[in-house]
């Protein structure tokens, strides 16, 4: 006779089995974690695009007033 064992979902405090045999989150917390790395790249990739643009002004800016 096979043991079978039930895999949690990793999430704190989430007591759900998992949907696959090799998933760490529930289904529920798979989306969510899902759509949060999506929206995380979006923000990094427009703050990757404004970082050097407001740099390169406010060294402009310093320069102008150091002369």
Known sequence: MK???VKKCKYPKCHKETYKNHGLFCLEHSR???ENGEKAGKVL???TATVPIAFKTV???IKQIKK
């Open 3 to 5: 043991k079978t064992t």
């Open 32 to 34: 969510k974690m899902k």
């Open 45 to 47: 990739a427009v703050a």
């Open 59 to 61: 060294t402009n800016v």
